[in-house]
């Protein structure tokens, strides 16, 4: 039976051509809106390293003095230099890395290279395994490199096109803020969005150029900065110059945990750590210590802008609007063909079939207008990636976008067909006889 509605459907549009394209036009227009919309948030929101998230906790605790003025009850999102180290070395974790970034001066080791300042991350060894950073040259640095503050660097696929055309540069060397360092890896094309290890720059920044271990990093005669500096007390500018000063927050710190049983362990351990320099004087708040899981962080720290969000719900409104139009060109086209079904009832079809028969031809309509909201939602998108925000450049139309804008339409257009199908069919097969 179905084979045989959908042969009525498609000869009732072809029929009245007008009306037909009216409501394809409509649900087109309201499925290119918020599809667009829909797949920014979807992007946005998405998981950036789903084969991890699960075993990645960012740990923080509360060195601020109690009676810090507008200090919020959450604990600062970054560390102290000695908070970091002291954690870092806490040892309960398989795997943790603590970082920053900036820009350093870099060149290529041999006479009138051309100097550039190129982004930098500052890490641990087991940034790289915990991150799931894949690896087209080399490898990298190893934790005893960490320990002697070795001068080696691991370089993005981009900068390693840039300096060395593309080929494996493992073993060469670059002077880095007037130092000597040696490649020992390149890695692929690695960027998770949102960039969770590290949103100061903002949640859709783009990845470093360059990674150095962080005990070397801060060896550096440099003058560039430690990252976001926030310090409390009379010297707000404290760690300008001293990333050590134990009033600035700025080092970030991730841990891997494979098992409740050890988050539960490090839990215990970061209070118990909280209550010991609370007892030395350091800390003067009691115990305040988080441990939130990556996508916990994610939503903690509200990495989709309000704007999209906003944005989100206007492109809804507009799909609601259009199916609002598109139930009174239904209505208006089923009755126009009350002799038509009113011959059909009189031969013995049930309300239920005209029911069924109209509401494959919405579904027919849904189809075909969703497939005419694809182009709007790829230009849609395309206007996105236009514009200056940060996050543009992840309006993509992926296949699982594709099949929602399908069956969004098609469930729409049942939905809005249900009123006018039930209407029709109720209506009595003498009346509509009669009409004819």
């Known amino acids: 039976m179905f084979g045989y509605y959908l042969d009525l459907a498609l000869r009732s549009l072809r029929r009245n051509k007008v009306l037909s394209a009216l409501m394809m036009l409509a649900i087109a227009l309201g499925i290119g809106a918020s599809i667009t919309m829909l797949t920014v948030l979807h992007n946005l929101s998405g998981n950036p390293l789903p084969q991890r998230s699960g075993v990645l906790f960012h740990p923080q605790v509360d060195p601020r003095p109690a ?10 999102d970054g560390l102290t230099y000695l908070d970091a180290v002291n954690l870092y070395q806490l040892g309960i974790a398989p795997r943790r890395a603590v970082m920053s970034a900036n820009w350093l001066p870099t060149r290529l080791d041999a006479p009138d290279s051309p100097l550039a300042m190129r982004t ?4 641990t060894a087991d940034f790289f395994a915990m991150f799931d950073v894949p690896f087209v040259y080399g490898s990298a640095w190893s934790a005893q490199d960490d320990a002697n503050h070795a001068q080696v660097v691991v370089l993005s696929k981009a900068l390693n ?41 903002g949640p859709f920044a783009d990845a470093e150029q360059m990674y150095l271990p962080f005990f070397t ?10 990252g976001p500096m926030r310090c409390w007390g009379n010297d707000p500018g404290a760690g300008v110059h001293n990333p050590k000063a134990q009033q600035c927050t700025w080092a970030q710190f991730w841990v891997e945990l494979d ?3 050890q ?36 939503d903690y720290k509200h990495v989709i802008p309000e704007t999209v969000r906003m944005q989100t719900w206007i492109a809804f409104g507009v799909l609601l609007i259009c199916m609002i139009n598109t139930v009174g060109l239904m209505v208006a086209k089923f ?11 009189a031969l013995g079809a049930s309300g239920r079939a005209v029911f069924v028969q109209c509401l494959v031809e919405a579904g027919v309509v849904g189809v075909a207008g969703g497939l005419l909201g694809l182009p709007l939602a790829w230009l849609g998108l395309w206007m996105v990636r236009q514009q200056p925000v940060s996050f543009a450049a992840s309006a993509h139309l992926d296949l699982s976008m594709l099949g929602a804008a399908l069956l969004l339409a098609l469930l729409a257009t049942l ?6 199908a039930w209407r029709v069919s109720r209506v009595a097969p003498a009346l509509q006889v009669k009409s004819l």
């Not at 009676?67 to 600062?76: Q, T």
């Not at 930098?120 to 890490?123: C, G, W």
């Not at 593309?166 to 949102?194: C, H």
């Open 67 to 76: 009676n810090l003025p507008g200090a919020s009850k959450e604990p600062p």
């Open 120 to 123: 930098d991350r500052a890490t």
């Open 161 to 201: 096109q840039k300096l060395f055309g593309g080929a494996d540069s493992v073993g060469k060397t670059l002077v880095i803020a007037t130092k000597t360092f040696r490649v020992v890896g390149v890695i692929g094309a690695w960027n998770p969005q949102p960039r969770f290890y590290d949103i100061n720059d």
């Open 217 to 226: 990093w801060l060896d550096l005669p440099q003058d560039y900065g430690y």
């Open 259 to 261: 098992s409740p049983a």
């Open 263 to 298: 988050v539960d362990t490090y839990r215990s351990a970061l209070k118990q750590y909280s209550e010991q320099q609370h007892q030395l004087g350091r800390f003067q708040r009691a115990p305040n210590v988080r441990l939130r899981g990556l996508l916990d962080w994610l």
């Open 335 to 345: 009755l126009r063909k009350s002799g038509e079904i009113g011959v059909r009832r």
């Open 415 to 420: 939905g809005a067909g249900i009123w006018p």
